[in-house]
């Protein structure tokens, strides 16, 4: 059975309040909240090649960032996220509100387009991102998001 957004979702490995203003700060932010969870062993590593992937290729759509990597430093997918007010300026597409950091392993990309897929559509809908710039607490930005995964 494929892995759902919701499966990837947990409320420590979200800071509603980055305090980073550039790319790598955020970044570095959201890595060391999955290192700190136990779902980096790696984190240096891991940032520095999720800082060489974004240079190649950034991650950013219309209305947020998926800033991804695959590689064998993560047994499973794993998914950090960061909320900036302000905006954290990311390519051309302006400052980024909503910055979704995501490890995966070679074996799981198929899982990893699917996660991704899930969550590009739900950021396209207005009410959901207001909802999601609203929350008070992590477990509230995953219910919400959680609430709005197509079943």
């Not at 969550?119 to 999601?132: C, G």
Request: net charge negative; with cysteine; hydrophobic share 45%.
């Amino acid at each position: 059975m494929a892995i759902t957004l919701s499966d990837l979702l947990d409320a420590k490995q979200i800071a509603l309040q980055l305090s980073a203003r550039e790319q790598p700060a955020a970044l570095r932010e959201i890595v060391l909240l999955l290192a700190d969870n136990g779902k980096i062993d790696n984190p240096e590593t891991f940032l520095e090649q999720l800082l060489a992937r974004e240079q190649a290729r950034p991650g950013a759509v219309e209305h947020g960032v998926f800033p991804h990597l695959r590689t064998d430093l993560v047994d499973q997918i794993v998914l950090g996220v960061g909320r900036s007010k302000p905006g954290v300026p990311f390519g051309e597409g302006g400052p980024a509100n909503l910055i979704f950091v995501i490890g995966v392993p070679q074996r799981l990309v198929n899982d990893y387009l699917i996660c991704v897929g899930t969550l590009a559509r739900l950021l396209k809908d207005e009410s959901i991102r207001a909802a999601l710039m609203r929350a008070k607490t992590p477990a509230q930005f995953v219910d919400i998001l959680k609430n709005a995964e197509p079943p």
